[in-house]
């Protein structure tokens, strides 16, 4: 039981349990390929995606919501009583006024506990880093009362026909934050850019579509990285007193996810962006001499210096930021989640003992647009968090559909929408849902929806992640 009175000032306040949630389903990008009859590795090499995930009608927002709060307070015996704030970050809207935190609610009535801050925050894939943020302002502050923070990022991305729908996806991720964590952020090494711009958004109520201009939105991901990482260094350098900083000082380096390969993009922008902070250094020899001097506003398009800078990241990249990419590569698209579905990658394969006191930047991006470059430090052991996410196993169990069924299920999603009097026709059994997963049972005539979950698995979730950690340790 936490503390009833809190102290005066909250010391690492971090990430003390992180839960995901993805779809039963997936689509394999290369039978997509074919499909569609593109060429073979459109999605696979030029995306650099592998599977994603697919909700059909039996799962909204609010389910994948449940499903995820739920799951984490069971694997870490976390009293609901416990938990002092709830906030959601999401762009997958079905109500215009009421939260999906406010649905959440239910699963904290059985134990009375009313007392919880916090609602929803939206700003594109943004949403969840801000109620992070949220969070951890929260616990800082006068206003904590020593309980947990709980933050929930999730969306359904999905997109009309054409070239971008390869790149949506489904996944939520629950992140319980609190003092003296094992995962600890860095106090004081946030940076932030914000500005207005019409690169992918969503004004059709009507519509789960987003309008996208993709060229821009990819030159304003591009931008957003140029600007925090060169932010967050020059706090690194003020706040922690670092000589000429650069991505040395970060052991990995974690990115928004839209599609892998800009991430492998975005990991040779930071490249550059270290190159341009000190051209004369040794390491970069005589083959990147050549882009000295120029302008980050110039090289947005720029092939021949991300060819290049692709080109010396190559280990780095490896090293530093593939470990973050299963699930991204394996889900597709989740917004506001994409960027904790690396962290939950990372933690999930690399062991405990490797991740000791390794610095572990983070870059998020939400179109519109808000940016921010951020990091936290492995104080703790990560065993626990790794053997409660049983990633690979999970991963590894769900339900391949054909491009066809793909195509059927976004129809009935397109012909649904924003529907009343419904009752939802996808099977409710375990190809189609995990065990423990909530699901929709009914809309009625005044939009109001009503949900069910279904069984879990015969031993307690607690129980199989404390064998699961007993054998991991």
Partial sequence: MLSATPPNRAENVGIHAIDIYFPKKFVDQSALEQHDGVSAGKYTIGLGQQKMGICDDREDINTICMTVVQSLLEKYSIAPTDIGRLEVGTETIIDKSKSVKSVLMQLFAESGNTDIEGVDTTNACYGGTNALFNAINWVESSSWDGRYALVVAADIAVYKTGAARPTGGAGAVAILVGTDAPL????????THMEHVYDFYKPDLHSEYPEVDGPLSNTCYIKAVDVTYNRYLDKLARVNGVQNPSSEALDYILFHCPYAKLVAKSVARVAFNDFLRNPTAERYGENLAQFAGLKQEDTYT???????FMEYTKQSFKEKTLPS?????NLGNSYTASLYTGLVSLLATTPSAQLQQKRVGMFSYG??????FFSLTVCGSTAKIAAALNLTARLAQRTEITPARYDEIMNLREKTHNVRDYTPIAPVDDANLW???????????????????????????????????????
Avoid: I
Avoid at 325 to 329: D, E, F, I, R, T
């Fill in 184 to 191: 600890v952020f860095d106090r004081g090494l946030r940076a």
């Fill in 302 to 308: 720029n092939r021949d210096v991300e060819k290049a």
């Fill in 435 to 473: 065990n423990g997963a909530y699901y929709m049972t009914n809309v009625d005539s005044k939009f109001r929806r009503s949900y069910e979950r279904r069984p879990n698995a015969p031993k307690s979730v607690a129980h199989n992640v404390e064998e699961a950690v007993a054998a991991a340790v």
């Fill in 325 to 329: 990419l299963l699930v991204p590569k």
């Fill in 367 to 372: 179109s519109g647009l808000a940016a921010s």
